[in-house]
């Protein structure tokens, strides 16, 4: 069973930047594709960024596109999302989910069969 842990949150100010950190063990990292979400208070768990298993295809939500980077090492098992130019309503709680086919819609939730517990994004001045 594969196990994700992510670190990495914090609280920044406007304009800001924060890389968050996925760590995956249990499991060949490298089969994986892996996505980025995240979950404000009140509102639906929603697709941040995506990649795939060899990291040569990256996907973005239209709101962060510019301005974060999904990377994965997976000689580290390790998945990546470097943060810029951070917003108020960036703030939320940030998933990593895996997703073992390769077959799927980058973006729905209900893809992903495996998820982190989360690590806390606030942007605030």
């Known amino acids: 069973q594969v196990q994700l842990v992510e670190s990495g949150g914090g609280t920044v100010q406007p304009g800001g930047s924060l890389r968050l950190s996925c760590a995956v063990s249990?499991?060949?990292?490298?089969?994986?594709?892996m996505g980025w979400f995240r979950q404000a208070p009140g509102q639906e768990r929603e697709a941040v960024a995506a990649?795939?298993?060899?990291?040569?295809?990256?996907y973005y939500a239209d709101s962060v596109k510019g301005r974060f980077i999904v990377s994965r090492d997976n000689a580290k098992n390790t998945l990546y999302l470097q943060m810029h130019s951070l917003k108020p309503e960036d703030t939320a709680l940030y998933y990593c989910?895996?997703?073992?086919?390769?077959?799927?819609?980058?973006?729905?939730?209900?893809?992903?069969?495996?998820w982190g517990q989360g690590t806390q994004v606030t942007v605030s001045s």
């Open positions: 989910a895996a997703r073992r086919s390769v077959f799927g819609v980058w973006n729905r939730v209900t893809d992903y069969g495996n």
């Open positions: 990649i795939n298993s060899d990291g040569t295809s990256l």
């Open positions: 249990g499991s060949t990292f490298s089969n994986y594709f």
